[in-house]
């Protein structure tokens, strides 16, 4: 039976898919790719929603206003759907082999109604509570996990030389949600009300979950267990890198949601400007790719060793611009600091599985039949490594806006935490070179990345 037969046969048993073998080239242009794409279309959309009822609140916050609550306030409401989408990285990588993709993906994106329907009831009270405003909020980290359950889908679609390509157009699709929610709220509330920033996405949110459940497809042969996270979660290098990926990703997530009450608050008079801030989740999600394609010719570790020093330079710009009340320095800088925020995300994710590699086979010879086992292993143990560590990394997001509340709120300004993150990125910056240049020096393979320890 071909996969085109395997895929029409499917929706009498619930869209299950038993024989799926993406690495055979005949059943990949038999079939296999036509349906790994329809797939990837419909989780990037379903992601892609995610992302933007998980970063919804940090324009929502920006308006209101007429609650006077204070800037601390707000930003533990901007907080908390970090806190929480973070958390829920952890159980949704493993759903999809539970439930199955497609049954997960609409389920999922069901889910996302919590957030949008509750924020609309919350907004069009002028007596909801400040506690409840938090618990609210909270429920949009709903969106923060549909990233590890769409990438873990994806992965068991496409054969191994193309996932890197499948993987990072799923991540960039999701990830450019920051920014649409961004540009598209500002206008959405000014011409509809603040209940519109929910209610808006409720006909996306019910279209995704619908083309799901009639387009896409369960594999049987998504396997994931939690005992293989928790044995990756034993490793030292997979908590080196959930460092790393706390000042990549979770710089990413943390400086996307904080950016505009970040503008309102520090430039008060450019408020209006707010509506700018869409671009710097765009620019850090467009160049995420160029991270990984500069970590194949040049090698992940250098890349984001490198990387780190940009940001150090781009924080303290920050820093400057906003000493100085300069909005035009702070606005490039703040662009600058997302943007290699952006090439150090693809540059992590790049490093996780050539290090496990490097490490599998090392002292193997090419060819034989331990050196493939070893790289089998390899790929199973960095695929759990990466569902934890994007799910530790996540928290960074979390951590960037109660550092720029908390700053605020003590000396009345910013710079606190900015000195506290230029620091964190001098930390990895040393790591990265400890670990993983120390002794391979200017090398350029990616397999430099094995680790020392």
Known sequence: MTVAQVASATPAKGRWIADWRPDDPAFWTGGGRRVA????????????????MWTVWSIVAV?????RFSTDQLF?????????????RFPYTFAPARFGGRNWTVVSALLLLVPAVLLAVAVSDPA??????????????????????SMANITYFYPQDRQGAALG?????????????????????????????????VPFILAAAIGAYFLMDNLTAARAEPREMVKAAGR?????????????FGSFIGYSTAFPLLIKSQFPERAALVSLAFLGPLVGSLIRPAGGWLSDRLGGAAVTFWNFAAMIVSVLLVWRGLAGHSFALFFVA?????GTSGVGNGSTYRMIPAIFRAKAVAGLETGTPEHEEAARTARRDSAAAIGFISAIGAFGGFFINRGFGSSIAATGGAGAAIAAFAAFYAVC????????????????????AAARV
């Open 334 to 338: 703040y662009m600058l600091l997302i």
């Open 429 to 448: 910056f040393a790591i990265t070179w400890f670990c993983y240049l120390r002794t391979y020096g200017a090398a350029t393979a990616p397999s430099l």
């Open 169 to 201: 157009l799923n991540a960039a699709g999701g990830n450019i949600g920051v920014s649409s929610v961004q540009l598209v709220m500002p206008l959405v509330i000014g011409g509809l009300g603040l209940a519109a920033a929910g209610l808006f996405w």
């Open 63 to 67: 308006k209101l206003g007429a609650y």
């Open 76 to 88: 533990w409401i901007v907080s908390l759907p970090n806190l929480v989408g973070s958390a829920l």
């Open 236 to 248: 030292a290098q997979t908590w080196i890198m959930s460092v790393l990926y706390i000042g990549t």
């Open 128 to 149: 909801t509570p400040y506690w409840a405003f938090l618990v609210i909020a909270a429920t949009a980290g709903l969106g923060g996990g549909n990233f590890a359950s």
């Open 37 to 52: 794409r329809r797939n990837l279309v419909l989780s990037i959309a379903a992601e892609h929603l995610g992302f933007t």
